[in-house]
């Protein structure tokens, strides 16, 4: 209860027993004050639990929110939204990121010599002449980078090609 904000916790259970409340009704009352975070303060879930009566149902009986705990309540979903848009324009920017990267790497793939981009194509894919696959084609280029040990060799031949 002291973490739902109530002081006198003791003085709540104590009146809850009296009058005829189980440690499950007890459980499902914080259940669901616990569920709404921002819904009520401490003062609130107090006056629940010490008005709680065997038969009430768990979900009613509660306070209106108030209106400071309204504006909390948009507050913190104003914060969520922002974060989650945050979040989501970081995505989106490592995504795009990674494309460029994806992008510049098959730039510099397709300016290897045909017989390397061949060797790199076998190592990943041995049968490309049977798939139709065309050397230094976007597929074959997929398909160098999308297989580890094609790709480190690509890397290698790449660097090897700059030095």
């Known amino acids: 209860m ?3 904000g109530v002081a006198q916790s003791a003085n709540a259970i104590a009146e809850f027993r009296e009058h ?3 440690p499950e009704h007890l459980g499902a009352l914080l259940a ?6 921002l819904a009520w303060d401490g003062g609130a879930v107090y006056r629940r639990v010490c008005g709680w009566r065997p038969g009430d149902l ?3 009986g509660w306070p209106p929110v108030s209106d400071a705990q309204r504006r909390a309540n948009e507050q913190h979903s104003s914060a969520r939204r ?3 848009q945050a979040e989501h324009e970081e995505h989106n920017r490592r995504i795009g990121e990674a494309a460029d990267r994806r992008r510049e790497f098959r730039l ?3 300016g290897l010599p045909a017989t390397e981009q061949e060797r790199l194509l076998g190592m990943a894919q041995p049968d490309w002449r049977e798939q139709g ?9 997929s398909t160098i980078l999308k297989h580890p040990e094609a790709r480190h060799a690509a890397e290698e031949a790449l660097a090897q090609a700059v030095a």
């Open 2 to 4: 002291r973490r739902l």
């Open 20 to 22: 005829g409340g189980e």
């Open 32 to 37: 669901h004050a616990e569920a709404r975070p």
């Open 58 to 60: 768990i979900e009613a």
């Open 82 to 84: 922002a974060d989650r």
């Open 108 to 110: 510099a793939l397709s």
């Open 133 to 141: 696959i065309i050397p230094g084609g976007r597929t074959a280029l």
